[in-house]
């Protein structure tokens, strides 16, 4: 039982620098980007999606590798394991062993992926609350949120399926790695396996992305609802 929470601390350490990096930075660019009146564009919001998942993806990737390693620790021969203790002990023993550019092996893939999955998280939850509040079926309530989030967790795991084979297969190689850079590695994969090896995992990626798309934002919305009417409006605090 206890297997299936390999990596556990890496992931926690993950959210905390991904997740906190990326919202920080796309809330703090919405508020610079919005025009005078307050709206923000949906291009302007896409942009911003893309650069902060560019910022998240750098200060998650050292945690991200102790992740992806401690989870595959168990499928190699004894051997070949790293045994990490936990998230702090591999970063140590990455430093260590691969010297400050280890921790940011496989950067390029995983910032890829962050900047299309937090572009695609955002745009394509804003995008179905749209579509959905304009059938007669909607609301703006918890069922929303929930219907717009399950959905931006399909999205979300489509686009970003290829970048997550990607980066497993980089961030887990070993020095004799045949992958070059992140064009090259999904070639060479597409070129040896066929275009359907870019979605290999994709049902248990969202059974994964799907409920914690749906905590992230349902949450959020909590949240944004409790600031607005319990702090902004008593404290004459513009929303943005």
């Known amino acids: 039982m206890l297997g299936f929470y390999n990596g556990m601390s890496a992931a926690v350490l993950r959210q905390m620098t991904y997740s906190m990096a990326r919202f920080a930075t796309y809330e703090e660019l919405k508020k610079r980007m919005s025009r005078s009146d307050g709206s923000l564009p949906f291009y302007r919001m896409a942009f911003a999606g893309i650069v902060a998942g560019a910022v998240g993806g750098i200060c998650g990737t050292p945690a991200d590798i102790v992740l992806v390693r401690l989870q595959n620790d168990g499928s190699l021969p004894l051997a070949q394991r790293r045994n990490y203790k936990h998230a702090i002990d591999g970063l140590v023993q990455i430093t260590r062993d691969e010297g400050p550019r280890g921790l940011f092996k496989g950067a390029v893939p995983n910032v890829s992926r962050a900047m299309l999955m937090t572009g695609?998280?955002?745009?394509?939850?804003?995008?179905?609350?749209?579509?959905?509040?304009?059938?007669?079926?909607?609301?703006?309530?918890?069922?929303?949120?929930?219907s717009a989030s399950l959905l931006s967790g399909f999205v979300a795991t489509t686009i970003t399926s290829p970048f997550d084979?990607?980066?497993?297969?980089?961030?887990?190689?070993?020095?004799t790695?045949?992958?070059?850079?992140?064009?090259?590695?999904?070639?060479?994969?597409?070129?040896?396996?066929?275009?359907?090896?870019?979605?290999?995992?994709?049902?248990?990626?969202?059974?994964?992305?799907?409920?914690?798309?749906?905590?992230?934002?349902?949450?959020?919305?909590?949240?944004?609802?409790?600031?607005?009417?319990?702090?902004?409006?008593?404290?004459?605090?513009?929303?943005?």
């Not at 939850?125 to 309530?141: E, V």
């Not at 990607?166 to 020095?175: D, E, I, L, S």
Request: hydrophobic residues 45%; contains cysteine.
């Open 177 to 240: 790695s045949p992958y070059r850079s992140l064009m090259q590695a999904m070639v060479l994969i597409v070129r040896e396996e066929g275009i359907r090896a870019l979605y290999k995992g994709w049902t248990p990626s969202f059974v994964r992305m799907a409920p914690q798309t749906i905590l992230t934002f349902i949450f959020l919305e909590q949240f944004r609802g409790l600031y607005w009417n319990n702090y902004a409006r008593q404290n004459r605090v513009r929303f943005e």
């Open 120 to 146: 695609a998280q955002l745009c394509s939850y804003d995008a179905f609350k749209d579509l959905l509040l304009s059938t007669p079926y909607f609301t703006n309530g918890l069922a929303l949120h929930f």
């Open 165 to 175: 084979v990607v980066k497993t297969r980089v961030m887990n190689a070993g020095p």
